[in-house]
């Protein structure tokens, strides 16, 4: 029965994704889109995001790691999963606190002229409008997050979440405080975790000093040493106790030069005999080393250092409150004057830096909270082993658990006013420390009211580390934590394994018994051309927005999926995403064509199939098959490939020119089913991408006639079915395009119009099905490969080459289209001569580049293997040209050249 007549749709005539884009967010918002579906009986598809700083503003990594989930969420939503991606920031404690500090230094104040809640006042108000800056960055990249459950690190939820896990922690004496030697930022004024330090090669001096002996005999021992200006905290100097060199001399007291101190000389294998000369200044208080040997020897420990990097007043009087570069310089001057300074020696050594500032790390002697994480990382390790979790790809479970393997114990005080204040309370009356859920309104050992609390906040991670179950309720038993928990996967970046991935599986089984995930996707980074990583610095970073200005959304999400290869960084500018904006036009070009010829057509029931109808359903169960394979296993390069080649090639370049042949040559009934399949197919496919380009695909399909669901992206993802195979369809259509092909390659390299029409004689194989096909299909091979008059016989009937023909020998075929009286055969050989002898020179420098083994040794893989296909391309042209030229020589005597020469 047919339905009523349809009209022409017409799109806009250029692709524009300006002019829908924020439509379809708003309209998938408005239908309650992103919240998970209400069905219990199907298991969930859960992801928290990333949270990022809040005060940052989200460049191309964020849009990268953004882009590849949204890409799995709608991709489960459509396969029918409740799904819930939970959105948030993290209030990135030094970061921010960093950013109001700069505000107030520009007014000429520091924080400590507002006072602490002045200052948190200011700093959320900071948060609040930057918040909105990343919110709407989110959005404008189309991810579909639940927006009803964003969380913020400092929300009063997660609050009570860290605050359990604190005190959980101290309860099970896996927490304490103590004096000892931590990364210190003096620009920050903080301490830092060991995995918040970046190691940087930089050019240094070694200082070769005279550490002369104290018992009145002659003599010295040289020390060597980058940092001269510590030494006022030296309390030993080291020599191996095997070093021949210092045997007679160990215990022997030194006296320390610019200093009336004595310190003796101890034996420590930790000293390496080959650096310097084998003997080790010991500064227990500035250098982590230098702690352990310390009290291995029971040496007291002097910090010489103030909070804001200065000395302070355990040095002589000349050095106090001189920063470290100026007392530096002052001691090496003054150990000149001295006679103790032996000589100066360039070198490279590596430099600690604070993750955020940039400023080198000073070892400090502080008081500090840390966690003990021996204990912890056993049972995250032993989650690993059983396979609890898995990494994609697997070559990160190594750097995983060397880190697990190799853990120090986590300093979780951070010096700021800007964070989880730690609950921590201080008695001053008998000295109790008193940790506790609820703020205490006395001390509950002496009564005492007066309490101090700590004044200290907790490090931004140990907020982060409870993500995946602190934003779904915890510590309560919530809905939602009861039904996403575990969260189904975590997509990264591989720089923060250290940071955060592997802490969220300790914590995770800590306090809920559960590993956080199952599945984690560690993606690459994002580099240059040039293989750099993306800075501020180095000028090459991209703002995903612009790009989103500039291309649209689609186009950033499909082109970052097509480059993100599992374990390889991305090599991407701006001008890499004009292949995703190049595939939306395609989309949208070939959308409007059947949409504006809908004119008068009807839609039918259950309209036959011709065999070009079987074939393309053919492809896309194929193409649904491998989508879905590779987005289960992380392989998103692989997911856009297929979607390009599917929806470029198969349904584009040949299934929508293919049914050109109905649509124009039909009778009334034929136009309407090939439409009804036609629009079915079109459907079809904007399902099959639509996760890695929502946007566009969802504007195309509210226009189609007869969609079935009010949105596609929660419409059913095409499913792999047996029906749908058809082996035999695929082979026979693959021997049409192949003839399809060779016609067009042959009237290419013969620069024959488009609009000239040529005749061909096709010899089949008459055993052979697929080259009957090829009859049967007469009409659609004529429209496909321009050609008029086709004439078939038997590769029996005859076995010569018709004089002024070109043959062409396929599969299950050999056909010959006639030249002569199209072109001048003559100039014809001429022109394929020239072609020949430029691509024979173009294959030899080719050559001699992928035999060059510095070029494959430092060259991308990619650059590579793109050499090696034009080498491929070139021999193959080269060789089908040379079969061309021994054909025409045969003809050329026996032909007559068409008036019109060879443009």
Same mark, same amino acid.
Request: hydrophobic content about 40%; some cysteine; glycine content about 6%.
């Given at each position: 029965?047919?339905?009523?007549?349809?009209?022409?749709?017409?799109?806009?005539?250029?692709?524009?994704?300006?002019?829908?884009?924020?439509?379809?967010?708003?309209? %998938?918002?408005?239908?309650?889109?992103?919240?998970?579906?209400?069905?219990?009986?199907?298991?969930?598809?859960?992801?928290?995001?990333?949270?990022?700083?809040?005060?940052?503003?989200?460049?191309?990594?964020?849009?990268?790691?953004?882009?590849?989930?949204?890409?799995?969420? #709608?991709?489960?939503?459509?396969?029918?999963?409740?799904?819930?991606?939970?959105?948030?920031?993290?209030?990135?404690?030094?970061?921010?606190?960093?950013?109001?500090?700069?505000?107030?230094?520009?007014?000429?104040?520091?924080?400590?002229?507002?006072?602490?809640?002045?200052?948190?006042?200011?700093?959320?108000?900071?948060?609040?409008?930057?918040?909105?800056?990343?919110?709407?960055?989110?959005?404008?990249?189309?991810?579909?997050?639940?927006?009803?459950?964003?969380?913020?690190?400092?929300?009063?939820?997660?609050?009570?979440?860290?605050?359990?896990?604190?005190?959980?922690?101290?309860? #099970?004496?896996?927490?304490?405080?103590?004096?000892?030697?931590?990364?210190?930022?003096?620009?920050?004024?903080?301490?830092?975790?060991?995995?918040?330090?970046?190691?940087?090669?930089?050019?240094?001096?070694?200082?070769?000093?005279?550490?002369?002996?104290?018992?009145?005999?002659?003599?010295?021992?040289?020390?060597?040493?980058?940092?001269?200006?510590?030494?006022?905290? *030296?309390?030993?100097?080291?020599?191996?106790?095997?070093?021949?060199?210092?045997?007679?001399?160990?215990?022997?007291?030194?006296?320390?030069?610019?200093?009336?101190?004595?310190?003796?000389?101890?034996?420590?294998?930790?000293?390496? #005999?080959?650096?310097?000369?084998?003997?080790?200044?010991?500064?227990?208080?500035?250098?982590?080393?230098?702690?352990?040997?310390?009290?291995?020897?029971?040496?007291?420990?002097?910090?010489?250092?103030?909070?804001?990097?200065?000395?302070?007043?355990?040095?002589?009087?000349?050095?106090?409150?001189?920063?470290?570069?100026?007392?530096?310089?002052?001691?090496?001057?003054?150990?000149?004057?001295?006679?103790?300074?032996?000589?100066?020696?360039?070198?490279?050594?590596?430099?600690?830096?604070?993750?955020?500032?940039?400023?080198?790390?000073?070892?400090?002697?502080?008081?500090?909270?840390?966690?003990?994480?021996?204990?912890?990382?056993?049972?995250?390790?032993?989650?690993?082993?059983?396979?609890?979790?898995?990494?994609?790809?697997?070559? %990160?479970?190594?750097?995983?658990?060397?880190?697990?393997?190799?853990?120090?114990?986590?300093?979780?005080?951070?010096?700021?006013?800007?964070?989880?204040?730690?609950?921590?309370?201080?008695?001053?009356?008998?000295?109790?420390?008193?940790?506790?859920?609820?703020?205490?309104?006395?001390?509950?050992?002496?009564?005492?009211?007066?309490?101090?609390?700590?004044?200290?906040?907790?490090?931004?991670?140990?907020?982060?580390?409870?993500?995946?179950?602190?934003?779904?309720?915890?510590?309560?038993?919530?809905?939602?934590?009861?039904?996403?928990?575990?969260?189904?996967?975590?997509?990264?970046?591989?720089?923060?394994?250290?940071?955060?991935?592997?802490?969220?599986?300790?914590?995770?089984?800590?306090?809920?018994?559960?590993?956080?995930?199952?599945?984690?996707?560690?993606?690459?980074?994002?580099?240059?051309?040039?293989?750099?990583?993306?800075?501020?610095?180095?000028?090459?970073?991209? *703002?995903?927005?612009?790009?989103?200005?500039?291309?649209?959304?689609?186009?950033?999400?499909?082109?970052?999926?097509?480059?993100?290869?599992?374990?390889?960084?991305?090599?991407? *500018?701006?001008?890499?995403?004009?292949?995703?904006?190049?595939? /939306?036009?395609?989309?949208?070009?070939?959308?409007?064509?059947?949409?504006?010829?809908?004119?008068?057509?009807?839609?039918?029931?259950?309209?036959?199939?011709?065999?070009?109808?079987? %074939?393309?359903?053919?492809?896309?169960?194929?193409?649904?098959?491998?989508?879905?394979? /590779?987005?289960?296993?992380?392989?998103?390069?692989?997911?856009?490939?297929?979607?390009?080649?599917?929806?470029?090639?198969?349904?584009?370049?040949?299934?929508?020119?293919?049914?050109?042949?109905?649509?124009?040559?039909?009778?009334?009934?034929?136009?309407?089913?090939?439409?009804?399949?036609?629009?079915?197919?079109?459907?079809?496919?904007?399902?099959?991408?639509?996760?890695?380009?929502?946007?566009?695909?969802?504007?195309?399909?509210?226009?189609?006639?007869?969609?079935?669901?009010?949105?596609?992206?929660?419409?059913?993802?095409?499913?792999?079915?047996?029906?749908?195979?058809?082996?035999?369809?695929?082979?026979?259509?693959?021997?049409?395009?192949?003839?399809?092909?060779?016609?067009?390659?042959?009237?290419?390299?013969?620069?024959?119009?488009?609009?000239?029409?040529?005749?061909?004689?096709?010899?089949?194989?008459?055993?052979?099905?697929?080259?009957?096909?090829?009859?049967?299909?007469?009409?659609?091979?004529?429209?496909?490969?321009?050609?008029?008059?086709?004439?078939?016989?038997?590769?029996?009937?005859?076995?010569?080459?018709?004089?002024?023909?070109?043959?062409?020998?396929?599969?299950?075929?050999?056909?010959?289209?006639?030249?002569?009286?199209?072109?001048?055969?003559?100039?014809?050989?001429?022109?394929?001569?020239?072609?020949?002898?430029?691509?024979?020179?173009?294959?030899?420098?080719?050559?001699?580049?992928?035999?060059?083994?510095?070029?494959?040794?430092? /060259?991308?893989?990619?650059?590579?293997?793109?050499?090696?296909?034009?080498?491929?391309?070139?021999?193959?042209?080269?060789?089908?040209?040379?079969?061309?030229?021994?054909?025409?020589?045969?003809?050329?005597?026996?032909?007559?050249?068409?008036?019109?020469?060879?443009?």
């Amino acid at each position: 029965m047919k339905e009523r007549k349809l009209h022409k749709i017409e799109l806009e005539k250029s692709f524009n994704p300006r002019s829908f884009e924020d439509r379809m967010y708003t309209k %998938w918002q408005e239908a309650g889109a992103f919240t998970p579906a209400a069905d219990r009986e199907t298991l969930p598809y859960g992801v928290v995001i990333p949270p990022p700083n809040v005060t940052g503003v989200l460049h191309l990594g964020h849009a990268l790691n953004i882009s590849l989930q949204d890409i799995l969420i #709608r991709f489960h939503r459509m396969q029918g999963s409740p799904v819930l991606w939970v959105p948030g920031t993290d209030h990135a404690g030094i970061a921010t606190q960093n950013v109001v500090e700069k505000q107030l230094k520009a007014q000429g104040k520091s924080r400590h002229d507002l006072g602490r809640e002045a200052f948190l006042e200011k700093t959320w108000e900071v948060k609040a409008s930057h918040h909105q800056i990343i919110s709407r960055q989110i959005a404008r990249m189309g991810a579909s997050v639940d927006w009803s459950r964003e969380r913020f690190t400092l929300d009063a939820g997660l609050s009570q979440a860290v605050r359990e896990v604190f005190v959980s922690l101290y309860e #099970r004496n896996l927490l304490y405080k103590g004096n000892y030697l931590v990364n210190w930022c003096t620009s920050c004024g903080t301490a830092l975790s060991d995995d918040e330090v970046e190691h940087e090669d930089q050019a240094g001096t070694l200082y070769h000093i005279r550490y002369p002996y104290a018992d009145g005999s002659l003599g010295f021992i040289e020390v060597a040493t980058t940092r001269p200006e510590t030494m006022h905290g *030296d309390m030993a100097v080291a020599v191996h106790p095997e070093d021949p060199r210092y045997q007679g001399i160990i215990g022997k007291p030194l006296r320390l030069p610019l200093t009336d101190r004595c310190i003796p000389v101890v034996a420590d294998a930790y000293v390496d #005999r080959a650096f310097g000369t084998g003997a080790l200044k010991i500064t227990p208080a500035h250098d982590p080393h230098d702690w352990e040997v310390a009290k291995r020897h029971e040496l007291s420990v002097i910090s010489i250092l103030n909070p804001d990097g200065t000395l302070n007043d355990q040095v002589p009087p000349a050095y106090r409150s001189l920063s470290l570069r100026a007392a530096r310089e002052a001691v090496v001057r003054d150990l000149k004057t001295g006679g103790f300074l032996v000589r100066e020696e360039a070198i490279t050594h590596a430099v600690g830096h604070c993750y955020r500032c940039h400023t080198v790390i000073e070892p400090f002697l502080s008081e500090q909270w840390f966690v003990r994480m021996r204990p912890l990382a056993e049972k995250a390790l032993s989650a690993w082993r059983q396979g609890e979790i898995v990494f994609y790809p697997r070559k %990160w479970e190594n750097t995983y658990r060397h880190w697990l393997e190799n853990i120090r114990d986590w300093c979780v005080s951070r010096q700021l006013w800007w964070g989880h204040r730690i609950p921590a309370w201080y008695c001053p009356s008998c000295g109790k420390t008193i940790v506790a859920r609820q703020d205490p309104s006395a001390c509950p050992s002496c009564g005492e009211q007066n309490l101090a609390q700590d004044p200290d906040v907790l490090d931004t991670w140990f907020s982060s580390w409870l993500w995946p179950f602190s934003t779904l309720g915890w510590p309560e038993e919530t809905a939602d934590f009861m039904r996403f928990y575990p969260t189904s996967a975590l997509v990264t970046a591989y720089d923060i394994i250290f940071f955060w991935v592997s802490r969220m599986i300790m914590a995770g089984i800590e306090f809920t018994g559960r590993v956080p995930f199952r599945d984690i996707y560690i993606h690459g980074l994002l580099r240059d051309k040039q293989g750099r990583k993306m800075s501020k610095s180095l000028g090459n970073g991209l *703002d995903p927005l612009e790009l989103v200005d500039r291309f649209g959304a689609d186009a950033l999400k499909f082109t970052l999926a097509f480059l993100c290869a599992q374990g390889q960084d991305l090599l991407v *500018d701006k001008e890499s995403f004009k292949l995703g904006s190049k595939f /939306a036009n395609k989309i949208w070009n070939a959308s409007r064509y059947i949409l504006m010829n809908l004119e008068n057509r009807s839609l039918v029931e259950a309209p036959l199939l011709k065999p070009v109808d079987r %074939w393309i359903y053919a492809r896309l169960n194929r193409a649904a098959k491998a989508m879905t394979d /590779a987005l289960r296993s992380y392989r998103f390069n692989d997911a856009a490939t297929t979607a390009y080649d599917y929806f470029w090639n198969d349904f584009c370049d040949w299934y929508v020119e293919a049914t050109k042949l109905s649509l124009r040559t039909g009778d009334e009934g034929e136009k309407d089913r090939a439409t009804t399949v036609l629009l079915k197919m079109l459907a079809e496919s904007l399902a099959l991408v639509h996760p890695l380009l929502p946007f566009i695909t969802e504007a195309i399909y509210e226009h189609i006639p007869g969609h079935t669901q009010a949105l596609l992206m929660c419409s059913p993802y095409p499913a792999y079915t047996e029906e749908r195979n058809d082996g035999e369809v695929e082979q026979c259509f693959a021997l049409l395009q192949e003839l399809v092909r060779m016609v067009r390659t042959l009237r290419s390299e013969c620069t024959i119009p488009a609009e000239k029409q040529l005749s061909c004689l096709i010899r089949l194989n008459a055993a052979n099905p697929s080259g009957l096909f090829l009859k049967e299909q007469e009409s659609l091979l004529r429209l496909l490969a321009g050609l008029g008059d086709i004439t078939f016989e038997a590769v029996e009937a005859a076995s010569t080459r018709p004089v002024g023909a070109v043959g062409l020998v396929g599969s299950a075929f050999e056909a010959f289209v006639p030249l002569a009286g199209v072109v001048d055969l003559g100039l014809l050989q001429q022109s394929f001569t020239k072609n020949i002898a430029k691509d024979q020179a173009f294959i030899a420098l080719l050559r001699e580049k992928l035999a060059n083994e510095h070029f494959l040794k430092n /060259a991308p893989p990619e650059l590579v293997q793109g050499e090696q296909a034009k080498l491929a391309q070139a021999v193959q042209r080269t060789e089908k040209l040379t079969a061309y030229i021994r054909d025409l020589c045969k003809d050329i005597s026996q032909t007559t050249p068409v008036k019109e020469p060879l443009s």
